[in-house]
């Protein structure tokens, strides 16, 4: 399509994803209705708790359920005007780790371990230019190594997974995922388990090539700092749905929804005066097999009771313009609880 085009896609775009899980418990409703889009050079910040569909929505863009028997995906996944759901497993493979890629959280059980770094990277580069011989190759390698920060990257080419630091495994896996210049780039808890310190390093080093390849990236996360260190774009997911998205600053200056409260309320804050804990969200994240009637977070909302029975009868729709919210409160409501129950306590 041509860029002049009016009915253009957006680089990446996720129309009414549903992912379920066959299982002996039941089916898992992983991810309901999700839909998002992305730009080339932007970020998109995924946050939400352990199993609110996070990781299941980058997975399925990589097509990486295909592999699973009890999976069923239905929507649309359009990257690059090219239409994922339905495409072949062959086609998908073609674009996975050279369109797109992904840094995974744990390279230690990502990266093969009788395997040299090197020579995995090496692998990743010539399965997509099958042309190439292993020389040009394997200082392709060696370049992206250096590239992310590994010193004396030609010795340690020849070094194993183990024999690297856990900064050092993340840069090699860095090196992996954009030795092919992928276009998309998925983030999946990239600095989990790292010091503070190579956290920084690492979020640095992401943004650093992202403006180097113009890509556009996911980066998932529980951790609302990552967030608003390089998002663009914020996406909040609760219970396998998108419950709230809107540009960056606007979730975290004026979040609509509940749950988006709570999670900035259990966040460490630089810029106010410690206090003696952190505001947890109270309460579990629900069962994805038998998810709540209504709003899938009344039964830790504390506002539930304040629109009538809606909220444990009636699933809310997304709604607004550019900052958009699943919740029953009016909008003025949202507003007047934020500026006078929330935000003090933030």
């Given amino acids: 399509m041509s860029i002049g085009a009016t009915n253009a896609r957006p680089f990446l ?14 089916i898992v409703q992983a991810v309901t209705g999700s839909t998002f889009s992305l730009e080339k050079g932007q970020t998109l910040g995924i946050v ?22 009890n999976a069923k995906v239905s929507g649309e996944i359009w990257l690059d005007d090219e239409e994922l759901v339905t495409a072949s497993d062959e086609q998908v493979r073609k674009l996975r780790g050279g369109k797109m890629a992904m840094i995974f959280q744990d390279p230690l059980s990502a990266m093969h371990p009788y395997f040299t770094v090197g020579s995995q990277i090496v692998e990743a580069y010539r399965v997509h230019h099958p042309g190439v011989n292993k020389k040009v190759a394997r200082e392709r390698a060696i370049d992206m190594l250096a590239r992310v920060g590994i010193p004396q990257p030609e010795r340690r080419f020849n070094d194993y997974a183990h024999q690297f630091s856990g900064g050092m495994r993340q840069r090699a896996m860095i090196a992996m995922a954009l030795v092919n210049d992928p276009a998309l780039l998925i983030a999946d808890e990239p600095t989990t388990a790292l010091d503070v310190t190579v956290q920084a390093q690492i979020l640095d080093l992401i943004r650093d090539l992202q403006e180097e390849f113009g890509s556009a990236v996911i980066m998932i996360t529980h951790d609302l700092g990552v967030v608003a260190e390089l998002a663009d774009e914020v996406l909040v997911m609760y219970g396998g749905k998108v419950i709230e998205k809107g540009p960056a600053v606007d979730v975290f200056q004026q979040p609509q929804h509940p749950y988006t409260w709570g999670l900035l309320g259990s966040m460490p804050r630089l810029d106010r005066e410690v206090r003696d804990r952190l505001n947890p969200v109270k309460g579990t994240p629900p069962s994805l097999i038998n998810l709540p009637q209504g709003c899938a977070f009344n039964p830790r909302c504390p506002y539930a009771g304040r629109n009538g029975d809606r909220s444990f009868t009636e699933t809310p729709e997304l ?3 550019i900052h958009k919210v699943a919740c029953h409160l009016p909008a003025e409501e949202r507003t007047k609880i934020f500026q006078q129950e929330v935000l003090p306590n933030l």
Avoid: P, Y
Wanted: a negative charge; aromatic letters at 2%.
């Fill in 13 to 26: 775009e996720i129309k009414d994803l549903n992912v379920r899980f066959e299982t002996d418990d039941g």
């Fill in 319 to 321: 709604r607004g313009d």
């Fill in 48 to 69: 939400g708790e352990s199993g609110s569909g996070k990781s299941v929505t980058s997975l399925a863009v990589l097509g990486l359920h295909r592999t699973r028997s």
